[in-house]
Structure formats: C-alpha cells, structure tokens
C-alpha cells in the first residue's frame, strides 16, 4: 500500500529575514561603539623645509625652581626669596630686550606655589611671554 500518493512532500524553508534583521542590529551596534584612531596615534612623516631659522630670535630667561623651592635665574643662584625680589631678579635678568621669553625649568617635584611665584614675578615686571621646559620621557 502506497499511503503517499496524492500527497506531495514538503521541505522545510527557512525564513532569513529575521535572521538578517538580527545581522543589521549587530552591524549598527558595532559602528556605534568602535573607537577610532586619534590623530596623536597617526604616523606621519612631516615635510621638510629649506628656510632658514630667524636670525633674531628672541632673548630667554632661564628660571631654574628646585625642590626644596630655590631659584635660580641664567645660572645665577638667587636662593629662596621673595616674589618681589624674584621680579627685581627677573627684570634684571631680561635687561633692554624686548619681549623675552621665561623659560621655567621646574623639578617634577617642586612645590606649586614656587612656580606660581615665578608667574607672579614674571607679570610684575611685564614679562608675558613665559613656557615650561620638560623632558622626554625614557
């Protein structure tokens, strides 16, 4: 006896809509939560150039701050003074240049307060122009 005539046999189908639906989520979650690269982390070979430096570059004032809160301005030691003396030292230090630049070499462990005081005494004389000097790390 043959039970199947008549009947046709069926193959199961799969559905693959909400399989890609599912597929397009997980692709949307991913472009919003990747990280990119920052522009610090780029390789770049910068250009070269063959100008020449300014010849006159402007006058720096060296001021050295120690842990211990010494000063020390173009290798003269100045000791632990005052903001007022450290102005009158710094202004003697810049003499008729115009606009020199104060380069403060702070010890990674000074006191906040003693490279304040430089700043201070740096604007009391008028010197606006000022930069910190750091080291590349090894």
């Known amino acids: 006896m043959d039970f199947s005539r008549g009947r046709r046999e069926d193959y199961p189908e799969i559905n693959l809509i909400p399989f890609i639906d599912i597929l397009l989520v997980i692709v ?3 472009a919003v939560t ?3 690269a ?11 150039s063959s100008a020449e430096q300014t010849p006159n570059q402007p006058k720096q004032v060296e001021v ?4 211990s809160g010494r000063y020390q301005i173009d290798s003269t030691a100045i000791g632990d003074v005052s903001v007022d003396e ?7 230090a810049a ?8 380069v403060i070499n702070a010890d990674a462990r000074a006191a906040h307060q003693s490279v304040v005081n430089v700043m201070e005494a740096a604007r009391r004389v008028g010197l606006t122009r000022i930069t910190f000097a750091t080291q590349t790390a090894q």
């Open 64 to 67: 050295g701050v120690a842990e």
């Open 95 to 102: 003499g008729e240049a115009t606009d020199p630049v104060v």
């Open 38 to 48: 920052r522009f610090a982390e780029l390789k770049i070979n910068l250009p070269t």
């Open 86 to 92: 450290l102005a009158a030292a710094l202004k003697q």
């Open 28 to 30: 949307i979650f991913l």
């Open 34 to 36: 990747t990280t990119y």
